[in-house]
């Protein structure tokens, strides 16, 4: 008997096609219904309910009633981590159609990757963060310093009340497209809703990706040095 755990499990979750999309739909860290993941999957709500009713008993996801409802969403950020890091060495799929080929330039510009800013733009602004000296980065952790600890405080951002949430404050995690890693954790979150609530940023329907609004890159350009 083997006393390691057991990744044949997991991966045998993870091989299903449907599966797979259910859970890279479910990315940008929000609740979904059945029949809504599965429309993105494009598959039967019976053949969803099936590989939903796989995933909960895997604790990939995790379910949620309502009422009559039932709302399904990935089980922690950890478990998108692994994803984001599974998506990064996974080969690009194959493009066939013009619809394709858009919404994926959309979630490679920005998207959301679980309750973080992802993307070309979520590695851009890292590393411009990075380069004001705002951040630091020691093994797989990015650090506040002095500087940071101001110019999050000034952009309304508390960060007391950030550490105080039982989650990671400040990690890094690799970005599929890019190949680089991207602010994740309490203060990614808190970032990133902060985008949303200067209207900086914008939901894409259907897909996870985020668009940036006339403002947005006004405030970028201003505040992060970006030229979007």
């Known amino acids: 008997m083997g006393i390691n755990p057991n990744m044949a499990e997991i991966a045998a979750l993870l091989g299903e ?8 739909s479910m990315m940008d860290g929000r609740f979904h219904t059945a029949s809504e993941l ?15 009713a796989k995933l909960v008993e895997g604790k990939l996801i995790k379910v949620e009633k309502q009422g009559r409802h039932r709302y399904f969403q990935l089980a922690g ?8 890091s599974f998506l990064a060495i996974s080969p690009p799929p194959e493009v066939r159609s013009l619809k394709q080929s858009s919404q994926i330039k959309l979630l490679q510009d920005a998207r959301t990757c679980y309750d973080h800013l992802a993307g070309k733009l979520g590695v851009q602004l890292t590393e411009s ?29 508390d960060l007391t009340a950030l550490k105080r949430k039982r989650r990671s404050f400040s990690h890094a995690c690799l ?16 970032l990133l809703n902060q985008f949303f609530n200067l209207g900086w940023l914008l939901r894409v329907p ?18 992060f040095h970006l030229d979007l």
Do not use: N
């Open 77 to 84: 950020e950890d478990i998108a981590q692994f994803l984001e």
């Open 129 to 157: 963060m990075l380069k004001a000296g705002y951040l630091t980065l020691e093994g797989k952790q990015f650090v506040l310093t002095d500087e940071g600890i101001l110019f999050f405080t000034t952009f309304g951002i």
């Open 175 to 190: 970005d599929w497209s890019e190949r680089r890693y991207h602010l994740a954790g309490a203060l990614g979150c808190e």
């Open 38 to 52: 599965a429309y993105m999957a494009a598959i039967k709500p019976q053949t969803a309910s099936f590989h939903l």
């Open 206 to 223: 259907s897909i996870r990706a985020i668009k940036v609004t006339e403002k947005g890159k006004i405030g970028f350009k201003e505040v």
């Open 17 to 24: 096609t449907s599966r797979a999309t259910i859970l890279a």
